[in-house]
């Protein structure tokens, strides 16, 4: 695959049932990181971003929300952007959940195999990335 093949597919706005899927997905990882965010807190295996306070705590729980919102925005949108920015999130994701690894274990985990879960069904996405007609068939 050519460089200018890769911006093409990645370029291309995915169809609107992927865009739903997409939507969902994101959805979901919003719900589900608030539900570990509380579990995290309250049994005191608390995740990096959860365990600031005042001012701080409000910027963390923030930016890891925006990024979610950020996708879900560009998926209903139908943005061809959506796509890329769900896959770099993601990888995001699993990179903050892997700082939590050495000290909370027991929060960490769920973290990781979530951001696992949402990199996986966002790349599963790939599959409504439609094929533009190429210049040589017009």
């Given amino acids: 695959m050519a460089n200018g093949d890769f911006v093409r597919y990645f370029g291309t706005p995915l169809s609107r049932t992927w865009n739903r899927v997409l939507f969902l997905t994101w959805g ?39 990024s979610a919102v950020a996708v879900i925005g560009l998926a209903v949108k139908q943005s061809r952007f959506a796509l890329p920015v769900a896959i770099l999130v993601g990888i995001a994701h699993i990179v903050s959940a892997c700082f939590d690894l050495s000290e909370t274990t027991g ?32």
Avoid at 29 to 40: D, E, M, Y
Avoid at 45 to 58: C, E, N, S, T, Y
Avoid at 113 to 129: E, K, N, P, R
């Fill in 28 to 66: 979901l990882f919003a719900v589900a990181i608030g539900f570990l965010a509380a579990a995290s807190q309250r049994t005191g295996k608390r995740l990096w971003w959860v365990d600031a306070h005042g001012i701080h705590l409000f910027f963390t729980i923030a930016l890891i929300y925006f």
């Fill in 107 to 138: 929060s960490a985990i769920p973290a990781l195999v979530l951001a696992i879960a949402t990199l996986a069904a966002s790349l599963a996405c790939m599959a409504g990335i439609g094929q533009r007609p190429s210049a040589r068939a017009q």
